[in-house]
């Protein structure tokens, strides 16, 4: 979409012009959520086929989070430079490469490798989409058109969850339909995870076709020194009364900023990057990732069988859309810090409960054999997730990606938001490389009690330092950080 002339801007701004970018830039989330969610089918196909260990299989899972760590350390810096859309387009490219060769990988290294690519475009799409969502987003509506990220992240966790259960159900009733040898035959039946992994293809082609249409975001025009066409965008989105005290706003901004990372290390803004370093850090040790990639080795451990766990995986899926759904409709009126705060109060109570139904609900199935789950209290923590990512997706999850993009200054917005992603990835992708062996060592109790603690103080971080920035401008916020 170009930029319209002044003169053929609509007095009070367009409403669907605005919903049609935020959307089509929310799908960076979608192919997030997918790229990320899809391994949770895959994990155990592949550690069978290649004869993994439980560190091997930590790697597997982890290798495309290593990608997201240089994909989330650049981006900031390519989008401050080169502008979020191009970036935006080069991450949709890494998204199609690795989804193609994870599905035709000839060795296990090749597929880590692609994974590793694809996590490049994850890494670069976590930063830029929110920030370009922010950057166009009037105050009154940021946190929902925010929150349109996050829910997309939910919708592209839920379609990976349902193509992942029906490519396995495919294969398994009708194995005939893709004949009984030759490359259909082994990517939908005989090896599966490669199918799963391909259906990835499909939202990146409609990703990077829609991005062409796109327009850079205004904020950086203004930075770029491009103000004609700064000004046309934000007169389209907000109407041209509001867009004149805009620019003055953000020029100002501009004008008090020097553009360097140190300015992050400043009083006052140094704590809006501890804020957002941590907002990271919390979200990812808080426990969703692993039951996001291990999900239904989590179920499996539980009592229940393979296409069951590969179901209730879906199951949790709709629960976690749902209840994004509600925090997108009630985040702008509730505000940040009560979803925040209330939510992972309840989510520290939930792991504690899991953690207990998984040390005193098992018993060995014979001497020297694993620990096994009664069926009965298999069903009970088959609902305590349910809860636990209701209320995951109503706090933490929701808030994250509104809350990061808004708490920087305007000029050094992209490389903030990369330290913070940065630091998001790191810690993502230690969780996920260590879980399997970590529930091996100390038994799946203890990965679920260690993440209720480290909620608990979490939920006591966000009461003492995050400030409430619903209704607020871009330029409000900074100022507040400027008075602590």
């Known amino acids: 979409m170009p930029a319209p002339s002044p003169s053929r801007v609509r007095p ?40 993994l260990s439980d560190l091997l299989e930590g ?31 080069a991450a949709s490219v890494f998204f199609f490469v690795s989804a193609l060769y994870s599905t035709i990988p000839p060795t296990f290294t090749v597929l880590v490798i692609a994974r590793w690519v694809g996590g490049l475009g994850v890494g670069m799409a976590s930063v830029l989409a929110p920030l370009y969502i922010s950057e166009f987003a009037p105050p009154q509506h940021r946190g929902r058109l925010g929150a349109l990220y996050q829910l997309s992240i939910v919708i592209g966790i839920l379609l990976a969850y349902l193509s992942n259960w029906l490519i396995l159900r495919l294969g398994q009733d009708h194995p005939m339909a893709f004949g009984g040898q030759g490359w259909g035959h082994k990517i939908f039946v005989a090896e599966c995870w490669r199918a799963m992994f391909g259906a990835e293809m499909v939202p990146c082609v409609i990703f990077f076709g829609l991005l062409l249409f796109m327009p850079e975001s205004p904020r950086w025009l203004l930075k770029a020194g491009k103000e004609a066409q700064g000004l046309a965008l934000l007169t389209r989105v907000s109407g041209p009364t509001v867009a004149q005290r805009e620019l003055t706003e953000i020029q100002a901004g501009l004008a008090r900023e ?21 907002l990271s850090v919390f979200g990812q040790l808080s426990g969703v990732n692993i039951v996001v990639y291990y999900g239904p080795k989590i179920l499996a451990t539980a009592g229940y069988a393979d296409a069951a766990a590969l179901l209730g995986q879906v199951g949790f899926g709709i629960i976690n859309l749902v209840f994004t759904i509600f925090a997108l409709l009630v985040i702008d009126r509730w505000g940040r810090r009560p979803l925040l705060i209330g939510g992972m109060a309840v989510v520290t109570v939930a792991l504690v409960v899991l953690g207990g139904l998984f040390l005193w609900g098992a018993s060995p199935a014979g001497p020297g054999e694993a620990l096994v789950v009664s069926r009965a209290v298999g069903l009970w923590i088959g609902l305590v997730i349910c809860v636990y990512m209701a209320c995951i997706a109503l706090s933490i999850c929701a808030v994250i990606w509104v809350l990061t993009p808004e708490i920087f200054p305007n000029r050094v917005r992209g490389r903030a938001a990369s330290i913070a992603t940065f630091a998001n990835w790191s810690t993502n ?17 203890s990965a679920f009690f260690t993440a209720a603690a480290i909620c608990s103080v979490a939920t006591v971080f966000f009461w003492k330092f995050v400030p409430e920035t619903k209704g607020r401008s871009l330029e409000e916020i900074e100022r507040h950080w400027r008075r602590q």
Request: with cysteine.
């Open 12 to 51: 009070l701004g367009s409403p669907a012009f605005l919903a049609a970018v935020c959307l089509v830039a929310s799908l960076g989330g979608l192919l997030f959520g997918f790229d990320t969610a899809v391994i949770s089918g895959t994990v155990e196909r592949v550690k069978q086929q290649y004869g």
């Open 258 to 278: 020097e553009g360097s990372v140190r300015e992050l290390f400043r009083p006052g803004l140094r704590i809006a990057l501890l804020v957002g370093v941590m």
């Open 59 to 89: 790697w597997f899972t982890s290798s495309a989070l290593v990608g997201c760590i240089l994909g989330a350390a650049v981006a900031g810096m390519l989008g401050d430079r080169f502008g979020r859309k191009p970036t935006l387009l």
């Open 429 to 445: 992708a230690l969780s996920a490389q260590l879980f399997p062996w970590y529930s091996a060592q100390l038994g799946m109790h």
